[in-house]
């Protein structure tokens, strides 16, 4: 009677080891799910940021290529209006020198 006893006994610590071993590795399991996750967000938020900045690079790029340009454009007015002048001048002393012939 003891030894069935006895045997029940440790059949129901076995049960219970089991249980908990089994409830264990579920939290383990749980456990590394979320650390999964928080990573896998955290890289998420890391790709956001970098493209972000790439953005701003680009943006800030271009801003630069449109100075450039804009300076380019004016230099190219400034050239052009020294050229009129120039004309202008030659065109001056051209007549000048006809109606000096005229005359």
Not at 32 to 55: C, D, G, I, L, M
Request: aromatic residues 0%; negative net charge.
């Amino acid at each position: 009677m003891e030894e069935v006893a006895a045997e029940e006994v440790k059949e129901e610590v076995a049960a219970e080891e089991v249980k908990q071993e089994v409830t264990t590795e579920e939290v383990k399991e749980e456990v590394v799910t979320e650390v999964k996750e928080e990573v896998a967000s955290e890289e998420a938020k890391e790709e956001v940021a970098a493209e972000e900045v790439k953005e701003e690079v680009a943006a800030e790029e271009v801003k630069e290529v449109v100075a450039e340009v804009m300076e380019e454009v004016a230099a190219e007015e400034v050239k052009e209006e020294v050229v009129a002048e120039e004309v202008k001048e030659v065109a001056a002393e051209e007549a000048k020198e006809e109606v000096a012939a005229e005359e």
